[in-house]
């Protein structure tokens, strides 16, 4: 099946630093790209779904400008969480799907947990 | 915006149990659904799909869904689970055409030995 890595698999940073994590599809190329996030015992949410090439489509709630998503090539998609803070802290975590588009399944990757003192 | 519902967060069974974890959603139009599995400290994986045709979907690991357009369901069975089966158990919905998935806050299986 296809594999979708993410980096770092953790950090911990201090508060006010900014923070990348990057997510690859493997061995397929993604047109779309997801980024979710999980608090403990709750679901996933979405956060931003990002098409390689354009900007991203951010769910309501999310802030844009702090949460800074880049799809610039077919694997390749980065969050960066500018300013970070400690309500940032979560497990964060990316999907990738293929350019049969909504038909085609999301594949996700092993999650990022941020914890930002 | 399509919503999606798991009941009984934490279950508990033995071996050769059998397992029924329910799913349903709340949206009228056509959807794709999906069931995820997470074992402990690995990230999700896909056990099944539906998109069209046969209601009854089978999936890895001898697990199966049935799709009820009716109730609004995609229950998720399995006829005799294993240790192995310990995990977590994500259902979610996405609107045809959208991009969008929207999951269950997901089920915790512990199967005892």
């Known amino acids: 099946g296809a594999v979708v890595s993410q980096h770092p698999s953790w950090v911990i940073c201090k508060s006010g630093t900014s923070v990348k994590i990057e997510c690859r599809s493997l061995?397929?190329?993604?047109?779309?790209m997801f980024w979710y996030r999980q608090f403990p015992k709750q679901s996933l949410m979405l956060m931003a779904t990002s098409n390689e090439g354009s900007k991203a489509t951010y769910e309501q709630g999310v802030e844009k400008d702090k949460f800074l998503i880049n799809h610039a090539s077919l694997t390749l998609s980065t969050l960066t969480v500018t300013s970070a803070h400690p309500e940032d802290s979560s497990f964060y975590i990316c999907?990738?799907?293929?350019?049969?588009?909504?038909?085609?399944?999301?594949?996700f990757g092993p999650g990022t947990r941020l914890t930002v003192l | 915006a399509q919503s999606v519902s798991q009941h009984n967060h934490h279950v508990i069974l033995s071996e050769a149990a059998s397992l029924e974890l329910g799913c349903n959603y709340s949206?009228?139009?056509?959807?794709?659904l999906f069931w995820y599995v997470q074992y402990p400290g690995q990230h999700l994986q896909l056990l099944l799909k539906?998109?069209?045709?046969?209601?009854l979907v089978k999936g890895i690991k001898g697990f199966e869904a049935e799709f009820i357009k009716s109730k609004f369901s995609f229950n998720l069975r399995k006829p005799s689970v294993q240790w192995s089966d310990t995990a977590e158990y994500f259902c979610?919905?996405?609107?045809?055409?959208?991009?969008?998935?929207?999951f269950g806050k997901g089920n915790q299986v512990v199967v005892i030995p």
């Open positions: 061995d397929f190329q993604a047109t779309t």
């Open positions: 999907s990738a799907r293929g350019r049969a588009g909504p038909t085609d399944t999301q594949y």
């Open positions: 979610a919905v996405n609107a045809r055409g959208n991009n969008r998935l929207a």
């Open positions: 949206y009228g139009g056509t959807v794709n």
């Open positions: 539906y998109f069209s045709g046969d209601p």
